[in-house]
């Protein structure tokens, strides 16, 4: 076996249906008594259910959570935390909100609770994205990650079946990606293999009947395993081209990384042969083939494959390349040709198959 470290991240997770019940109950026992409730405009009744658990004992509601952490949103919500003289942070939804409440928590020190609602992952990760004048950065730091998650099923129930499908492919990206990573090891390996066995059982469960509670429970399972393996190792090309076609065409995040998975596998695969054949193991109907596996559970949730269907134009494509391979991520398979990569690119914007 070869030499590895491993860290694990700090960080209580309660995982089941109606636990969310049990937030009186955690905050009293930190001390905590006036939590800011975080969420999206299209989310703020779960907010105030959330208020409504914890007997109306919060500090307020900012409900302007945004995609991609714009700078000015954060610092409106700074300054609302300030005012409303809260002790902590309790954000209820996807990414976006989770984003939001760790740019807060950063600038501020507050604890923050999170309540995820889609497969992201991003309350197990040390990391977050923030956007400012057009531009992505990424910061990374101990203190940005969340320290508690309640994984509460039900809150999962109503995410759209087209949403649940593609933020579900978006956790199997983490867990493909931790399969290879430089500083990848067992423990890891584990947990994304793990991962992406649970998301691809789920996941067309999750289509055909949205309500299930022992499919939506598989999901944010794996989904949980997927975004530690985010949040342990380091990622490669497959999410640069993500951050950067999210980052800078604007295209949507979840969907983006749905699209791009099957081409960034294949441009990697002649260089992982232990990745690819322990994907093919966790992926059903693969027939020994991690690509072909991916593509049939794609095909089975009918799923949009093409970057156009997204509004990117034809010229970006170019474009995409030239900034993916400016300052590229580690990658198994080097990326220094830039027809290879425009290639990749132009097959997603196109909806081709991957090669
Ligand atoms: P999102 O948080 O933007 O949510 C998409 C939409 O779905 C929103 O309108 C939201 O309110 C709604 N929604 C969420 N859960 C719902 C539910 N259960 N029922 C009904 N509607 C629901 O989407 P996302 O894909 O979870 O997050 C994307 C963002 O998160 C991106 O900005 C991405 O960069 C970031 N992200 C960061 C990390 C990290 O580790 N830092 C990891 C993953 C994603």
Redesign the pocket.
């Known amino acids: 076996m070869d030499a590895f470290e491993y860290n694990s991240n700090p960080g209580r997770v309660i995982f089941g249906s109606g636990t969310i019940k049990r937030l009186p109950h955690e905050l009293e026992a930190l001390g905590l008594s006036r939590p800011l409730v975080l969420c999206?405009p299209?989310?703020t009744s779960q907010a105030e259910d959330v208020k409504k658990i914890l007997g109306g004992k919060i500090a307020g509601i900012f409900s302007q959570a945004t995609?991609?952490?714009p700078v000015e949103v954060t610092l409106q919500a700074v300054k609302y935390a300030e005012e409303s003289n809260c002790d902590s942070l309790i954000s209820i939804?996807?990414?976006?909100?989770?984003?939001l409440g760790?740019a807060i928590s950063f600038r501020k020190g507050f604890y923050h609770v999170t309540i995820p609602?889609?497969y992201?992952?991003?309350e197990v990760?040390p990391?977050?994205?923030e956007t400012e004048n057009g531009r992505k950065t990424t910061k990374s730091d101990p203190k940005i990650l969340p320290g508690m998650v309640i994984y509460d099923v039900d809150?999962?129930l109503?995410?759209?079946v087209g949403?649940s499908s593609t933020?579900g492919i978006?956790a199997i990206a983490h867990a493909v990606e931790a399969l290879y990573a430089r500083n990848g090891n067992p423990i890891i390996n584990l947990l994304a293999q793990e991962g992406v066995r649970a998301l691809a059982e789920a996941l067309p469960e999750v289509k055909k009947d949205p309500k299930s509670i022992s499919a939506r429970s598989k999901a944010l399972y794996g989904a949980w395993l997927c975004?530690t393996c985010?949040?342990s190792v380091g990622m490669s090309l497959h999410h640069k081209l993500c951050h950067t076609l999210?980052g800078s065409f604007g295209l949507p995040?979840?969907e983006t990384h749905t699209i791009v998975l099957p081409h960034a596998l294949a441009y990697n695969a002649p260089n992982i042969p232990s990745a690819m054949d322990a994907l093919s193991k966790a992926l059903p109907e693969s027939n020994g083939d991690a690509v072909h596996g991916l593509n049939v559970l794609l095909s089975k949730l009918e799923v949009k494959r093409d970057l156009k269907s997204f509004g990117m134009k034809e010229e970006d494509v170019a474009k995409a390349a030239e900034i993916a391979l400016s300052n590229p991520y580690w990658n198994p398979r080097k990326v220094d040709n830039r027809d290879a990569i425009q290639e990749l690119i132009r097959r997603a914007w196109a909806g081709e198959d991957a090669k």
């Not at 939804?93 to 984003?99: A, E, L, V």
């Open positions: 999206t299209q989310q995609m991609h952490t939804g996807g990414g976006s909100t989770i984003g760790k609602t889609t992201a992952g991003s990760t990391v977050v994205g809150l999962t109503t995410l759209p949403m933020s978006n975004g985010l949040g999210g995040h979840s």
